[in-house]
């Protein structure tokens, strides 16, 4: 039996056994709800009508978001023994899958159950004025720029008392996504791999390349430094990256991607060192004195508003992909595309920034990913070759950007569809992951791929007829207008899914200077605020934000 029981429940054993009745054992129910990857399974121990305990089951849920929210929602679930709780944010759907599934395992075992929708949640909570708190160091944001500060900041002084934000209920923002981790330099995987471009002077180098990204020149000094000894700060927290396919481009593994790793070492670590946590708690203002930033003013979960004063405050809330009011004033044309990014990307302190009148630079450049799955987003192609179709079979032109979004919306139904061979799945790990996840129709002829993507079959078959030829003769294809790599292989098995163009990247932002120090309208430094990741004017990505991240925890921990 169970002695973990809970309040009435835990009064009504107790009277039993006093008594000298049975109790009856718990039991195990197996339910199952639909999740963002469809079925998922859970078994649910009930005792005596308290649901005692949930355990995931298969599932086909993207990882590094269910290994995060799981927990969560199971907390929530036991500690209001009913599935009518809130979500997880950034977890919407896996968390009505493990929901309904509750509440399924909930009638097999005689209990009322509430109905799961997909708005279900818990009893809202009354507003409060929380008293204020204190602490050294306030981190905005929990994606790599954050969870970097935060442990630049502990690893600098172990002595500072660092709270970290994070609006949504699971760490990582979309760093847990990436494939790949790139600007890194000097490292084991390169040195293993021969890759002496960048093992080399490769600092010089470093800076060489990156001249003329629009960033000043003492930022990419620090920047080319930084990058020159990430890969030893990683490994010395069990973040290894051992797979270099060329450049400056990382994978954990050959078949692994560096984002799991990356973060998962970076959560460790902070948890670790002691950093306060807060998930579900959104920065929303900051506090200014005389030009002097001084905190952050917050709002959790349970409707709770307090400031946060700081001796320094560090922002790294993201980019603003997810916020289409957002793009169209700043990216007019760009907010009518999906986007590859996580929820959380909303731009939340560009308006903060401006109301203080910072500086703030490239608000209308863009990164644009030129496939994402429909409808799941995960990014993905990279095969040495592929071809683009829509509905009738038809190749489309190989464009980029705005262009390629608005060249797809354009087609039948809005459809296009990557496609490539067996050649084509074998030069790239993202393709492979991704058919092996059942993403991607497979045929062993092309009419087979055709039936299953539901596109034309004589249609795709005389566009890839014509784009054999033309890769055969080396002559220029028309629709591309360039002459096609190579012939699409010349048997099966073949592999094509349903793709868009997205936003994947709002470049511009606050400017920070080479300390990760936000500046103001006139150039002069914040004192008290730093800034650092997407919600930054930045050149790079991934390893940029981790970079400047580090740098800002730093800076701000060694005043």
């Known amino acids: 039996m169970k002695t973990m029981l809970k309040g009435a ?63 969560v929602i199971r907390e929530r679930i036991l500690e209001a023994n009913s599935p009518a709780v809130d979500s997880v944010s950034a977890a919407t759907f896996s968390s009505y899958a493990v929901k309904t599934a509750v509440a399924d395992a909930m009638k097999q075992a ?80 390169q040195k293993n791999a021969g890759n002496e471009e960048w093992t080399v002077n490769q600092v010089e180098h470093f800076i060489e390349t990156k001249a003329n990204v629009g960033e000043t020149a003492e930022r990419i000094e620090v920047w080319a430094n930084e990058e020159n000894t990430l890969d030893a700060w990683l490994r010395a927290m069990g973040v290894e990256l051992n797979y270099n396919y060329g450049g400056t481009n990382h994978l954990a593994e050959a078949d692994q991607y560096s984002g799991e790793v990356i973060q998962a070492g970076l959560e460790k670590t902070a948890y670790e060192l002691g950093v306060d946590v807060r998930t579900g708690t959104k920065g929303t203002d900051l506090v200014m004195e005389d030009g002097v930033c001084k905190g952050v003013v917050v709002a959790n979960n349970d409707n709770e508003t307090y400031t946060i004063n700081a001796a320094s405050t560090i922002v790294a809330t993201g980019g603003f992909c997810c916020n289409k009011e957002l793009l169209a004033e700043y990216a007019p044309g760009y907010e009518v595309m999906n986007t590859s990014n996580q929820m959380g990307a909303t731009g939340d302190f560009v308006k903060v920034f401006e109301k203080y009148g910072f500086k703030m630079e490239n608000m209308g450049k863009m990164s644009v990913f030129a496939n994402i799955i429909v409808p799941r987003r995960d990014l993905t192609g990279g095969a040495d070759m592929n071809l683009l179709v829509n509905k009738e079979g038809e190749l489309l032109a190989n464009l980029s950007g705005l262009d390629r979004a608005s060249m797809i919306q354009s087609q039948t139904d809005g459809a296009a569809f990557y496609i490539t061979d067996k050649t084509g799945y074998d030069s790239f790990y993202r393709i492979r992951k991704h058919v092996g996840l059942g993403y991607y129709a497979q045929g062993e002829t092309l009419e087979e791929l055709a039936q299953a993507l ?50 994947h990247m709002t470049k511009g932002g606050v400017v920070a200077n080479e300390n990760a120090q936000v500046l103001t309208a006139e150039g002069e430094v914040v004192p008290g605020l730093y800034a650092a990741g997407e919600v930054t004017w930045q050149s790079g990505g991934y390893s940029q934000s981790v970079v400047f991240g580090k740098i800002a925890g730093e800076h701000a921990a060694a005043k």
């Open 9 to 71: 429940s835990l009064l009504v054993a107790a009277t039993m056994l006093l008594s000298g009745a049975a109790v009856a054992e718990p039991a195990v129910y197996t339910a199952s709800g639909n999740g963002y990857g469809g079925k998922l399974e859970v078994a649910v121990t009930v005792d005596d009508g308290v649901i005692t305990d949930i355990a995931l089951g298969e599932n086909h849920e993207t990882n590094v978001v269910i290994d995060r929210a799981f927990p």
């Open 110 to 189: 005689g209990m009322d159950a509430p109905d799961i929708t997909m708005a279900t949640a818990g009893e809202e909570k009354p507003a409060t004025e929380r008293e204020a708190e204190s602490c050294d160091i306030v981190i905005v944001g929990g994606g790599p720029a954050g969870l970097a500060a935060a442990i630049g900041a502990k690893q600098t002084n172990p002595d500072v008392h660092v709270i970290l934000v994070e609006k949504l209920d699971i760490l990582s923002g979309n760093g847990k996504f990436d494939m790949n981790f790139f600007d890194i330099i000097n490292t084991e995987a």
């Open 454 to 503: 539901g596109i034309d079959a004589d249609g795709f078959k005389a566009s890839v007829e014509q784009y054999n030829a033309d890769a055969q003769a080396g002559a220029e294809n028309a629709v591309l207008g360039s002459v096609p790599k190579r012939a699409l292989d010349a048997e099966g098995p073949y592999y094509g899914v349903r793709v868009e163009a997205a936003n």
